[in-house]
């Protein structure tokens, strides 16, 4: 029987690459340029699986015309870039990612954290310059997170992990939002307490970290409201997606000083990171890093694998989307 015809849209892990050429017939990207729109249509029309990343958007109008895909394997947890209301109507299944790269992600939260409050960026773009002319007491002075009060929006796998290592590790205390109960076994000795709101959350904490998926209702509902009840000695991480937060909102606040600092990973329309918010000081930004590491990516590519090899054997895929 011919081999499943798979593409993977950008450079995968060598391993990852090496185990889906063993098992498929598969098209990779040799020079990992993002695909245009006109090329994924192409691809919903001859692969009998598409692997995606962020990169890729899979619109309603791209999935109403998929000619042949029954599988979209997207290679990473967030799956807002594709229409999964619009998949189950063309009949396409769709997997991710969930648990490998929770602990990865959370690390770069704390990593945020302790940059934006602890001037980082700052200080090594002084050094870089050769702008430092020496210790003074007063220099960069920052701000501590032990003792201070953590407040997590979205407290799934990654919120919890977060919070979790700013209490064992910086004894922070943690309040959060989530929309349902989080039950004590997944809590599991975790001292957090649940508030009502978002705007509870923003009102009680001095860091807000953002750990809730990308889309529908959630979009800007970090809005200029709520980044104002975080405060000007206050600051907000994001690792979750860019337009959980208004963005305009967040660089007047940044700007204004109504908001201490932020430390973001991800953007509202990437790769674009708006000019007004280069410009600032009081922001740390990274180039959407959450899962960036050899471990993570590599588990990430073979558990995309492990839902096609389950998709393709007639076998229940482990990670549906829903
Ligand atoms: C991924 C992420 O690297 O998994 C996610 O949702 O945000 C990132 O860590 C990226 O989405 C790859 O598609």
């Known amino acids: 029987m011919a081999k499943p015809r798979i593409l993977i849209t950008r450079k995968w892990p060598d391993a990852c690459e090496a185990r889906v050429r063993r098992d498929y017939d598969v098209v990779l990207n040799e020079?990992?340029?993002?695909?245009?729109?006109?090329?994924?249509?192409?691809?919903?029309?001859?692969?009998?699986?598409?692997?995606?990343?962020?990169?890729?958007?899979?619109?309603?109008?791209?999935?109403?015309?998929?000619?042949?895909?029954?599988?979209?394997g997207n290679f990473g947890v967030g799956f807002n870039h594709i229409d999964v209301d619009a998949a189950e109507e063309a009949g396409i299944t769709v997997t991710n990612t969930p648990g490998v790269l929770t602990d990865c992600t959370a690390d770069l939260a704390m990593t945020l954290m302790l940059m934006v409050t602890r001037r980082?960026?700052?200080?090594?773009?002084?050094?870089?310059?050769?702008?430092?002319?020496?210790?003074?007491?007063?220099?960069?002075?920052?701000?501590?997170?032990?003792?201070?009060?953590?407040?997590i929006v979205g407290m799934g796998r990654i919120g919890i992990a977060t919070a979790r290592r700013a209490q064992a590790g910086f004894g922070m205390n943690v309040v959060y939002y989530n929309r349902s109960e989080v039950s004590p076994e997944r809590l599991d000795g975790l001292k957090a307490e649940r508030l009502d709101d978002i705007d509870a959350v923003c009102e009680a904490a001095d860091i807000v970290s953002l750990h809730l998926p990308g889309g529908g209702a959630n979009s800007k509902v970090l809005d200029a409201g709520r980044i104002a009840k975080i405060g000007p000695e206050g600051f907000l991480v994001n690792t979750a997606r860019g337009d959980v937060v208004d963005e305009p909102a967040l660089i007047d606040a940044l700007h204004s000083g109504a908001l201490g600092g932020a430390g973001l990973d991800v953007y509202a329309a990437e790769p674009h990171v708006p000019e007004p918010l280069r410009a600032l000081d009081n922001v740390v930004l990274l180039p959407h890093l959450g899962s960036a590491t050899a471990e993570t990516r590599e588990a990430m590519g073979h558990m995309v694998l492990d839902n096609l090899d389950a998709f393709f054997a007639g076998r229940d895929v482990p990670n549906p989307v829903r």
């Open 120 to 151: 980082a960026g700052e200080g090594e773009r002084l050094v870089r310059a050769g702008d430092w002319h020496g210790w003074k007491p007063t220099q960069l002075v920052g701000a501590r997170l032990t003792g201070k009060t953590l407040g």
């Open 31 to 72: 020079t990992d340029e993002p695909l245009s729109q006109d090329d994924l249509q192409e691809a919903l029309g001859r692969f009998d699986a598409v692997c995606p990343t962020v990169t890729d958007r899979f619109s309603a109008h791209l999935l109403s015309k998929a000619a042949k895909t029954k599988l979209i």
